[in-house]
């Protein structure tokens, strides 16, 4: 039998994977015992769910994604702009509203310069917004990007741009991804958790983290952190777990059937999801169980367990929020209790960052001070606990949105209070751990902040840096499907750079 390729730094042949896929589908009394085990030594992880994890180079082992869902200011948090600030309440200059694309802007708007303080912190000497008093502390474990930019500047696409690399629906999210190319670390838990936050679901919904055209057991999994953890886990009233166990042992006999007579490899992921399941049941109560951390951590975060709040079911969540509102705080300690667990990749997402102006809940000067304290306390005591643990080095935290804010005031004529409209020509994120070397700032935009005039990094740049930090040639790590080798990065080589400048 030939060798076959590595997988993580390769694609399988699609007429190897037919012939691997028949070889495999053949039942144990076909091959024998011994002989079903030889033969799955043989059969590549694209084909097979239940494969062990077969790991690459990089330092990354885990990932923590943070993504603020309807795309923060960065011009009020990051990226200090003294020019800004002095232009403030001038019309914007035709130049940059010429032959561009808004959601919402029209005719002539004016520069809007920030309404927050910055200063310098850190032996890095990054600028923070006055927003942020707690992240100062740990401004030199991260790299701050102040030059991303994107193709999309509405929600929906750009948020699935970042995490699936197309802004269409059909791809395979990040998390799919990374699940997929590093598979599980423990036998209880999925390798992909999402964990939702700030009232409402993004605008992307669950395709953000779903497995596209990948199997399917490398969907990911959302988690609750009030009510039952994951829904429809547990078993119905008057079901025992050894007669859930005796059902599944059935359905897993006809599922292998089912495989045999049609060559379906998903019948063999419905297996494999099966039975995850079945052992969640005692595993995800303990792994969520953010009471038993002592209160020290509780406080590190500004966690509060149980936390409930009238904003989760509010029509309009915004109106409601609260900066001691402890629920993405809850979910950054759950991430960090899911990385011990054994999850390769968690997905926080944290909705309420829209802030065009037209109503209170949209201000800049009102809610982004609220959203801020929502996040400030907990996504710094997220790096410091993982770093006082020793899983800084081997977890790589991203916080990110989908794109950024303009430089001018939106000026439709809904506009009522302070606010920006969608730009997606420049934004910052800032990555930690994982490989990353902090205590940087990287990228530079132009005295306004309206495009990068040093290092732009494109979203593509970002996932093929994560890629290779997660151990994947980001240009070779693909999965044929319609005829074609899917990559997260997209067909065309030429508008992807790895950023190595960012590695440590």
Request: proline share 6%; glycine share 10%.
């Amino acid at each position: 039998m030939p060798t076959l390729p590595k997988r993580n730094h390769t694609t399988i042949d699609p007429d190897q994977a037919r012939t691997m896929r028949r070889l495999w589908l053949l039942s144990r009394r076909d091959l024998g015992g011994l002989g079903a085990m030889a033969m799955a030594s043989f059969v590549p992880r694209t084909l097979r769910a239940d494969a062990p994890a077969r790991r690459g180079f990089g330092r990354a082992k885990n990932v923590i994604f943070l993504h603020m869902a309807g795309a923060p200011s960065q011009l009020d948090l990051w990226d200090h702009k003294p020019t800004l600030n002095r232009l403030d309440g001038s019309e914007c200059p035709k130049q940059l509203l010429e032959g561009k694309r808004f959601a919402f802007i029209r005719g002539v708007p004016r520069m809007l310069g920030s309404k927050f303080k910055f200063a310098q912190y850190g032996q890095s000497g990054a600028w923070l917004s006055d927003l942020l008093p707690n992240f100062a502390s740990v401004v030199d474990d991260v790299a701050i990007v102040k030059s991303m930019h994107t193709d999309e500047f509405n929600h929906a696409p750009g948020q699935l741009m970042t995490l699936t690399g197309r802004s269409q629906f059909g791809g395979a999210s990040l998390g799919s991804w990374l699940s997929y190319g590093l598979g599980e670390t423990g036998k209880n838990l999925p390798a992909f958790v999402v964990l939702l936050s700030g009232g409402k679901t993004p605008d992307g919904g669950k395709s953000l983290w779903g497995n596209g055209f990948l199997p399917s057991v490398h969907q990911g999994v959302e988690c609750r952190n009030t009510g039952d953890p994951i829904l429809f886990l547990g078993n119905p009233e008057g079901v025992s777990r050894e007669t859930r166990r005796d059902a599944l042992d059935v359905v897993g006999r006809l599922n292998r059937n089912t495989a045999v007579r049609t060559l379906d490899g998903e019948s063999e992921a419905r297996i494999a999801q099966y039975e995850l399941a079945f052992r969640m049941q005692t595993a995800v109560p303990d792994a969520v169980n953010i009471a038993a951390e002592p209160k020290h951590i509780l406080d590190l975060y500004g966690a509060v367990p149980g936390f409930a709040t009238a904003s989760e079911s509010a029509d309009d969540p915004r109106t409601l929020f609260r900066g001691t509102d402890a629920r993405f705080a809850n979910n950054c300690l759950l991430a960090r209790r899911l990385v011990e667990n054994g999850v390769r990749f968690v997905q926080l997402f944290d909705w309420g960052w829209d802030h065009h102006g037209a109503t209170p809940g949209e201000s800049i000067d009102q809610t982004l001070p609220i959203k801020a304290q929502q996040i400030d306390r907990a996504v710094t005591g997220l790096l410091k606990d993982l770093k006082q643990r020793g899983l800084l080095d081997e977890t790589l935290v991203v916080w990110a949105s989908e794109f950024g804010r303009t430089p001018m005031q939106q000026n439709a004529q809904t506009q009522r209070f302070i606010g920006r409209d969608h730009h997606p020509h420049a934004f910052t994120i800032w990555m930690a751990g994982g490989g990353i070397r902090g205590g940087q700032t990287y990228g530079e935009t132009d005295e306004i902040g309206y495009y990068p005039v040093k290092n732009p990094m494109h979203v593509r740049d970002l996932q093929a840096t994560i890629l290779h930090l997660a151990g994947f040639d980001p240009w070779r790590f693909s999965y044929p499907f319609s005829g074609l080798d899917q990559r997260l990065i997209g067909p065309d080589d030429s508008k992807v750079r790895l950023h190595e400048e960012l590695l440590g």
